[in-house]
């Protein structure tokens, strides 16, 4: 507005990381550092309430429980991407790892699993699919528009690593069935 006097402020957070709209216009924000106790993935509404949609509150590296993604546990996070289908993406840098957040069958993140689709979860340069690969300290975060490439900035590895996405998944088991939340 043109009122000096208002103040500009739409949501408090601690530690924002990264930030993405998805297809629905709402904002999605990691929170969190290495040892904070808010390592969480925001949904904040166009009205600016904002819900958690994924992580404990506590560093570490879990992917939960499947269909619980308020059990995962993400130490720090300075990137994400959101595909057309709500799948988020996100650089777990502290853990070397890259999860993927899937909506449930309805789009709606409060049943969502976490999975870690890329790394070991040690810091190190390995190529291979999957969790065989080793990341060393994931930076940044590009995914084509059909979230079928995924590049990463291995920051400490000095690459830019480019992953079939579609190859990844398969090896994971997520085929698309969103409903499976046993992962089996």
């Given at each position: 507005?043109?009122?000096?006097?208002?103040?500009?402020k739409?949501?408090?957070?601690?530690?924002?990381?990264?930030?993405?709209?998805d297809?629905?216009?709402?904002?999605?924000?990691?929170?969190?550092?290495?040892?904070?106790?808010?390592?969480?993935?925001?949904l904040?509404?166009?009205?600016?309430?904002?819900?958690?949609?994924?992580?404990?509150g506590?560093?570490?590296?879990?992917?939960?429980?499947?269909?619980?993604?308020?059990?995962?546990?993400?130490?720090?996070?300075?990137?994400?991407?959101?595909?057309?289908?709500?799948?988020?993406?996100?650089?777990?840098?502290g853990?070397?790892l890259?999860?993927?957040?899937?909506?449930?069958?309805?789009?709606?993140?409060?049943?969502?699993?976490?999975?870690?689709?890329?790394?070991?979860?040690?810091a190190?340069?390995?190529?291979?699919?999957?969790?065989?690969?080793?990341?060393?300290?994931?930076?940044?975060?590009?995914?084509?528009?059909?979230?079928?490439?995924?590049?990463i900035?291995?920051?400490?590895?000095?690459?830019?690593?480019?992953v079939?996405?579609?190859?990844?998944?398969?090896?994971?088991?997520?085929?698309?069935?969103?409903?499976?939340?046993a992962?089996?």
């Open positions: 507005g043109t009122d000096v006097t208002t103040k500009a739409f949501v408090d957070l601690t530690y924002g990381q990264s930030m993405e709209f297809t629905k216009g709402n904002l999605i924000v990691m929170t969190g550092n290495n040892t904070s106790i808010k390592n969480e993935l925001y904040i509404a166009s009205d600016g309430t904002k819900t958690v949609i994924a992580g404990s506590v560093a570490g590296n879990s992917d939960g429980t499947p269909g619980q993604p308020l059990t995962a546990n993400i130490k720090v996070s300075y990137d994400l991407k959101i595909a057309a289908d709500g799948t988020i993406y996100l650089l777990d840098e853990n070397a890259v999860r993927m957040i899937v909506p449930d069958a309805y789009g709606s993140y409060k049943h969502a699993y976490v999975t870690t689709i890329i790394g070991a979860g040690v190190g340069f390995a190529d291979g699919i999957g969790t065989k690969a080793k990341l060393n300290s994931p930076y940044s975060l590009c995914l084509s528009s059909d979230a079928k490439t995924m590049w900035g291995d920051r400490a590895n000095y690459r830019i690593r480019k079939d996405v579609t190859t990844i998944t398969e090896q994971c088991g997520l085929s698309g069935d969103h409903q499976d939340y992962g089996t």
